[in-house]
């Protein structure tokens, strides 16, 4: 018997959230479905809830797998589908019980190879970053010749800095699975920053239709901003660089519309300096800066900083910009200091 959808959901230690992701699914209007929970080495009550789940209704589906990262459980979960339809639901978030039939409803009808719906914080009422996209197009269908015009010019910069045009999460997005397979698979494990961006946007370059579900906030995505700027990465200069390679590689650097990436690596390298001033970051000042200065040293390298037009760049913007350039670490540190203390008081 063919199952027309597969929703894969990796999952790793998020005993607390989980049940609430795996009832939404459960409870989809759309029910000719086949729910892989990828357990990626969990080590709470996770593994208990996927089998505990999986025993309960017979569309669920687990695997237990070493932790190996999102990337690989999205592999791992993919592998085995057998749906002519795929998306991704992270564990800790939840959906909207109509999402899928939303979704279904669009890819059958007009035969598009993604379909995108918009993204609700738990807390906040707007859509993530106000909406899937940046790019002022409206709610339907999309052709090739539409994409090439209206989507793909903007699909990464929009010309404001900094905001995507489509945004890249893989989560709120619809998929054709063996199209999927191609962009998730090429996808290396060790991209742990910026891996939703790995695989949606060269998918998205190769699609020749798009609908979007406009005003449709269907996804829940539970993590908040304010847990993303504390915490601290140490693996994210690395885990930038290993990102680097690979769009560098990737369809998107062989063509017309990879100007945008310069930008994309421009906005990772701010942000992998302001990762490092990040209070979780308990090491010396002396090692901040000499991380920060081979963060620099990367970009000047690369060259990417030098090919983006800094000049339409806000004034804080232009002058991080011309510091990295410059590899002033001590004057950068100061300035994303002066910055960070006036969003908190006059902001």
């Known amino acids: 018997m063919s199952i027309l959808l597969s929703i894969i959901v990796p999952v790793y230690n998020v005993g607390s959230f989980l049940p609430k992701c795996i009832n939404s699914i459960i409870s989809q209007t759309f029910t000719d479905f086949e729910l892989i929970l990828i357990d990626d080495g969990s080590t709470d009550n996770s593994v208990e809830i996927c089998d505990t789940a999986a025993k309960k209704d017979s569309r669920v589906r687990v695997i237990h797998k070493e932790n190996g990262g999102v990337v690989s459980a999205r592999k791992a979960g993919l592998s085995v589908a057998v749906g002519k339809y795929a998306g991704y639901v992270d564990g800790d978030d939840w959906i909207d019980e109509h999402m899928y039939e939303h979704m279904i409803n669009a890819m059958e009808k007009y035969n598009c190879d993604m379909v995108m719906c918009d993204v609700e ?71 742990r920053t910026g891996e939703d961006a790995a695989c ?74 302001s990762n490092e001033l990040k209070k979780a970051n308990s090491v010396p000042i002396k090692t901040k800066l000499n991380h920060i200065r081979e963060i620099c040293t990367f970009a000047d390298k690369k060259g990417f900083i030098d090919k983006i037009d800094i000049s339409s ?3 804080f913007h232009r002058m991080y910009f011309k510091l990295i350039k410059r590899n002033r670490p001590f004057l950068l540190t100061v300035c994303i200091n002066i910055v960070r203390f006036w969003q908190r008081f006059f902001r």
Not at 139 to 148: C, I, K, M, T
Not at 218 to 229: D, F, N, P, V
């Open 200 to 273: 949606v946007y060269p998918y998205l370059l190769e699609c020749d239709s798009l609908y979007f579900l406009e005003n449709l906030s269907l996804y829940h995505y539970r993590r908040s901003r304010t847990q993303m700027t504390v915490s601290y990465d140490s693996s994210y200069f690395d885990c930038f660089k290993s990102l680097y390679e690979f769009l560098s590689n990737s369809s998107i650097a062989n063509s017309p519309y990879s100007n945008q990436l310069e930008y994309y690596y421009s906005y990772l390298t701010k942000t992998a300096i």
């Open 121 to 191: 914080h738990e807390n906040k009422s707007v859509p993530l970053s106000s909406g899937s996209t940046h790019i002022n197009i409206s709610g339907g269908y999309y052709n090739r010749e539409q994409l090439e015009n209206n989507v793909f010019p903007k699909m990464i910069y929009t010309g404001v800095f900094y905001k995507f045009g489509i945004y890249p999460v893989i989560w709120n997005k619809l998929y054709k699975r063996e199209k999927l397979i191609k962009h998730q698979m090429a996808v290396d494990d060790d991209i």
């Open 313 to 315: 760049l806000p004034f």
